[in-house]
């Protein structure tokens, strides 16, 4: 089986782009905080930058309400593959390609002096999965993310 949940921050705005069958891909990195013990004992906090992709209109999704900040948890499966470098040298790739991606902090829109969640949309992959797309807690500002 190959399954894979995280929740963390997006690193950096997600990034569409789009193939040339015009199949929307969205890309971007999820900092996943992990915790571990130095020689002393000691509880130290980290974090890892998992590469994230998602398709097609869960893919334009993103690119429309994900910032660097966000927070999100990702249901997706591991994807590892190979590309040849400009070089001529095989290089690899791992990344986890999202099936569902379930919004935990509400991108803001400001109105009438107050910050109001913007709409989510509710929607379904070509796969015919449920995708589910929530929306609660408050926008988190940028010096709040611990990385």
């Not at 791992?94 to 109001?116: L, R």
Request: charged share 20%; hydrophobic share 35%.
């Amino acid at each position: 089986m190959n399954k894979v949940i995280l929740a963390g921050r997006l690193a950096r705005d997600p990034e569409v782009r789009y193939t040339q069958s015009g199949k929307a891909v969205a890309s971007f990195s999820l900092a996943v905080n992990r915790r571990f013990s130095r020689n002393s004992g000691e509880g130290q906090q980290t974090a890892d930058f998992i590469p994230i992709v998602a398709w097609e209109k869960l893919a334009e999704i993103c690119g429309n309400n994900l910032i660097k900040g966000s927070q999100i948890v990702v249901d997706g499966r591991m994807q590892v593959r190979s590309y040849d470098a400009q070089d001529g040298s095989k290089r690899y790739v791992t990344e986890v390609v999202a099936n569902d991606i379930e919004f935990m902090g509400a991108k803001m829109q400001h109105e009438g002096g107050f910050s109001q969640p913007a709409p989510m949309q509710q929607q379904a992959p070509a796969s015919g999965a449920a995708t589910s797309v929530d929306s609660f807690g408050p926008s988190v500002p940028d010096e709040d993310i611990p990385f």
